[in-house]
């Protein structure tokens, strides 16, 4: 456990060598891969061998053992410095699956080469076409067959795939119509996509608006190991719902990064750009926007920072993790929003780079939760409302 200074002192570390990174990594690769939808794999080569994606692996298991709150500022810090994390966060959060589910074996295989960048484990196979947020009615199935499971269905939205060598898949284990909840009766597998590839799994890109890699995954009697399975048979539902405060609150970090990314272009840009002989920015009418926006992006800050402290603490409501992931999508999009307003036309070129993080940003009110199930989660756990859905 970190000392509170010496915190401070890793973090502030931590920003320098990330700023480095990004500063490696400027303006023109990102909008390369952008126009070329290609996955920045040298950025993230750079973040594995410098340890930061391994920086929530404990240390008997080869990671750096740190508290989500660094974590946090890794990824705020990516962000803030104008790179996109989107090509590897999921390594810091679904590695939690396995840390907390797995057995002792199959942490001693996976952990210590996933820390050291030996495997990619980037992919996490939970959404499908037709349950949408309605997770526990997904319709993949894992079949045991003697030492094997057989996997058919299909997930979509499966980010990273095509760079990643594991992931983590749930399916359904046992018919929703045998069991007592409809939660239970799903399991979570850790699989070697390179093997299911050879095996009848098929991976499709799917192009979006931004440049995130993301696919949809076929499964045609793909056989498993039964030994991929994480933890017990049919408890993956608890197991997946147990990393999803580690997911929202890394998530809120990286939009906090963004708004700060923003505010910064467009103070900057209030400040040099004269219009009427005047600098833009003595127009209030440009400044209480962005000073509105920053102060969003505090007060979504200091609930992302409660949220961390909660969560070290072993707090396991979702509250916090919620609220932070709700207010600094919230806060980085209008930070976005007020980034484009002031620099007038330039705001849609490419080469000021507001137009790609404008629409990278948007995507965090939708996923990894959409905006509307948060809001329902809090009216439901918080507010005692009946449930919706
Ligand atoms: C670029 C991208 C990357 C992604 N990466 C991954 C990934 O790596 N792995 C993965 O498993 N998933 C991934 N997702 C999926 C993501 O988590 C979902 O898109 C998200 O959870 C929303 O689900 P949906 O798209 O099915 O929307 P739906 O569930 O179809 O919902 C559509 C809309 O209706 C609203 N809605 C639905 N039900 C209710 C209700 N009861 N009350 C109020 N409003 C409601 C939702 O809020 C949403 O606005 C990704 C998605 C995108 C777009």
Redesign the pocket.
Known sequence: MLMKAEQVEVVSQIRDTVKKVCEEYGGEYWREKDRNRQYPTEFVKSLTELGLLASLIPEEYGGSGLPISVGSEILKAIHEFGANAGACH?QMYTMGTVLRHGSEQQKQEYLPRIASGELRLQ?????EPT????TTSISTVAERKGDQYIVNGQ??????AEHSDLMVLLARTTPKESVEKKSQGLSVFLIDMRDALKNGMTIKPIR?M?N?S?TEIFFDNVPIPASSLIGEEGKGFKYILSGMNAERILIAAECIGDARWFIKKASDYANERVVFGRPIGKNQGIQFPIARAFSQTEAAEAILDKACALYEEGDTSGTYANMAKLLASEASWASAEICMQTHGGFAVAEEYDIERKFREAR?YQ????????IL?YLAEHELGLPR??
């Open positions: 999921a992919a996490f196979g939970v959404t349950a949408g947020t309605d997930k979509v939205w499966t980010s990273r979006t931004l995130h993301t995507l939708i996923a990894p939760i959409s905006t509307n199930l329902s919706s859905y």
